[in-house]
């Protein structure tokens, strides 16, 4: 199985924060975006969007993030994907991890990190518009977490891990998570308890930090 990647992805970071924790070996390929390696004509057989990561076994081929989470997590039968209503639950969560608290995040981190990098403006319209669905959707989830120790479940599933994935970049695209103290708790919770998630942490910053050197930023 070989996952292509790059560890500043936070999308990436879910797979293996997935992989890590069910204790899968995977083979690993950087795919560097900021190389546009992610647009060379080998990748995009596997990944026609140009977008990391992508994922191979033998003859299955996967991109989108959820997608892989879900296969990993069924092949090795994971409790990451619970059964019952808690496996509909986590699907639930994932679903609308996508469709709505994952939205303005990408927004903020190319207005934030990315145009820097390239020393471009911030578009101040795009910022408040990202910040407002992220107000939106972070109540919804904090008033869900109210009384909870994990999104879906007692243990920690997959939802975790997708709706935590936007936290990996806080400290760059200053997303106001921190106005919502059971968001706050939970997310801690994870790195506090979960290996998988502090490791995943750890990593992306590693590589975020690589990433700033090559390019000059402070």
Not at 32 to 42: A, P, V
Not at 62 to 86: D, Q, R
Not at 101 to 114: A, N, S
Request: hydrophobic share 45%.
């Amino acid at each position: 199985m070989k996952l292509y990647e790059d560890r500043a992805s936070s999308n990436t970071r879910r797979i293996l924060a997935t992989a890590f924790h069910i204790g899968i070996d995977l083979e690993f390929q950087l795919v560097n975006l900021f190389n546009h390696e992610n647009r060379q004509s080998e990748f995009l057989v596997l990944n026609p969007n140009g977008a990391i990561p992508a994922f191979v076994d033998e003859d299955i081929i996967l991109y989108e993030a959820s997608a892989i989470m879900i296969y990993l997590s069924e092949k090795f039968n994971s409790n990451l994907l619970p059964s019952g209503n808690a496996r509909y639950q986590t699907l639930k969560w994932m679903f609308w991890a996508a469709e709505h608290f994952r939205y303005g995040p990408p927004i903020l981190i190319e207005e934030r990190f990315f145009k820097k990098i390239h020393q471009k403006p911030e578009d101040s319209n795009l910022i408040a518009f990202a910040n407002k669905s992220i107000r939106r959707y972070s109540n919804i989830l904090d008033e869900h977490m109210k009384h909870r120790r994990f999104v879906a479940a007692e243990h920690v599933t997959l939802a975790d891990f997708d709706l935590a994935s936007p936290f990996s970049h806080i400290t760059r695209t200053q997303a106001p998570y921190d106005e919502f103290p059971n968001l706050m708790a939970w997310h801690q919770r994870l790195l506090d308890e979960v290996p998988a998630w502090k490791m995943t942490n750890e990593q992306l910053e590693i590589r975020v930090d690589e990433i700033k050197l090559a390019v000059g930023l402070a």
